[in-house]
């Protein structure tokens, strides 16, 4: 048997005369959406299956998860409330914005890392930019937030392309 259709199961069941069990879940585990479960078996990859938080694991089903090296990943909202959750976070993990237009907030994920490095930083900002109003435009402001403070910074957007690699489905 193959697929989510429950009735051939149903039917054997009866068949052999069993009749009294409890009925099926409905389909609700997460793990059965191959991209939360591909950014699951990401973060054990990356954290370790016994180091993750219960914080990292909602992560997981929140907004686009780009892995951009091995110690750092970029999870960009997809819409108001994940940009509202996001905020959320606290000082905990850097966020981005941008400053002038609409669009999401993006957060670094670099757990041990301590305070993000230039490069990493900038490319987040490019990266979170690129799902912005202003993705075809040369230049966007974006302010970067953490816990001590906030600054702007100009990047001009990835393109799709750019960022088509390191998007985990």
Partial sequence: MSGRDRNPQLDLARQLGIDD???????CCSLTDAGFANRVFDLFQHVGK??????????????????????????????????HFLRELGPLR???EPADEPGPVGIIDAAGLGQPAE?????????????????RASAVRML???EL?????????????????????
Avoid: M
Avoid at 53 to 65: A, F, I, P, Y
């Fill in 144 to 146: 970067f937030i953490t």
């Fill in 149 to 169: 403070r906030e600054r702007e910074l100009v990047v001009s957007p990835f393109s799709p392309g750019q960022v088509e690699a390191w998007l985990l489905r």
């Fill in 21 to 27: 069990f409890s009925q099926p879940s409905g389909g």
């Fill in 94 to 96: 850097p966020r981005l």
């Fill in 50 to 83: 016994d180091r993750f938080t219960v914080e990292d694991l909602t992560l997981c089903k929140v907004g686009r998860h780009f892995r951009i090296s091995g110690d750092a990943k970029v999870i960009v909202a997809r819409n108001e409330d994940e940009s």
């Fill in 119 to 135: 490069e990493l930083i900038l490319q987040a900002a490019r990266l979170t930019a690129r799902y912005s109003a202003a993705k």
